[in-house]
């Protein structure tokens, strides 16, 4: 665990102090303000609200300034009635950034919740990163940790007392802070959710950058657009099971030459030898010319959602915006080396021979690969982290592999008694798109029995959204096991299945 910044602890100590002495006496919402210090720590607005629900907030908005070029704004809404003891802090997307949640999805259960805009106001947009590295350390690991803190206080000086219980729950971006957490500041939260994590966030920028090379270079002769159903199909003819689940875990073979078309043609019912070419590079995951692998690759399973990540309309090069390069195409500019490049620097100018290891400074802002989770177990913390093996932005390895290190470091046994990962069948990135496999509607409720009655999670039911191929249940067993068919009954009945 690194330890914090001065600036960071002094804002920590000020937060103590300033709502320390009032816990025993709430504080109307109103009159919140009045009682933040002045250094580092800015109450903006502090009024009532009420939602859609009819349930009323109080929403305290801030900002944070742990050094004089931060600027940290946040929002904490708590519940003033039927508060349930619960605090949440909800994670980020992407560059996070924009505007701040209006309230978040637990406040009708009656959590108090909290969000950040992570030090900048700029959505979607990595240029803010740009030779600023103030705002890269608040987006790295600063800023959840300190709007954390400052929350907890607030809802402390509003109710008369602190919270029972302290969760994180994020996906994708917010995966990766959830991880951030654990192992940086183990004592912020109990209970932490951390969901398609992006966790090795230098290695997966190398990866997007090089699966969008190959639908991009070369005047796009290796682009699959208008493709992707036929590799997505051939996949599920090879390795789907009755329900249409990718067998996951390495277990699905499947050789994209199958489908090559015959020699000097291109047809919509195959793929050209440059389309090949560029697929299996896709599926190999970023490595130099002698062989170092610098990232997994795309997972087998996740074709369905390349239409939306990776390859878009290929006929004009002024239409060619996948989703993926939302994040991709700004992040070796503003985000990957320890001095910024110039200006005219380009994406494409990225080179896999060179670049990779050039990361590694910004690696240790941004990533959250440590695997030594002892300080997050010795507080008695849960981490439940989950991964769609369909998920095309993030694939599913890199979390496996970190999984893997806990166990190494830990100890399989004792990892299991406070850390565990579910894999889920066919779920695309953070469960936006239905791509017919699985879906858990509810991660809270596992976590909260884990933390709170000390229920482990050994498997969570999931449900197919669609009903292609046909409708059904399933568990979601703790990784590394997986679920077997027992042999009888309906297979689209999850009392029909075990972990094994």
Known sequence: MKPMTLPALAISVLISWSFGSWAADPIPCEALAQHMPSDGVTITSAKPMALAAGTQVCRVEGILSPEPSSSIRFATNIPQVNWNGRFVMLGNGGYAGGALAAAGPFLADGYATAVTDTGHTAANDGTVFYNNRVTEIDYGHRAVHLASLVSKSIIAANQGRAPSYNYFNGCSTGGRQALVSAQRYPDDFDGIIAGSPAHQLTGLAVEQNWSLRQFHDNNFAGNIHGKVNLLSNAVKAACADPEGIILANGRCKFDPASLVCPAGTDAAS????????AVKAVYAGPSSSAGTQWYPGKPLGSEASWALWLVNDATDPAKWKPAQGGFAFSFVNNLFFENDPPSTYKWSDFNFETDPTRGDFMAR???????????????R????????????????????????SVRDRLGAANTDKFARLFLVNGMDHCDFVDRGGLSVADWMSPLVNWVEKGVAPDAIMASSRSTSPVKFTRPICAWPKTASYKGSGARTEAANWSCQ
């Open 270 to 277: 195959c793929l050209t030898p440059a389309q090949v070419k």
């Open 365 to 379: 802002i941004l990533n959250a690969t440590d695997p030594d989770l002892s300080a997050f177990q010795m507080r």
């Open 381 to 404: 913390g849960k981490l439940l982290a989950y991964h769609g093996t369909g998920d095309g932005l993030i694939g599913y390895q890199p979390t496996v592999n970190y999984m893997a």
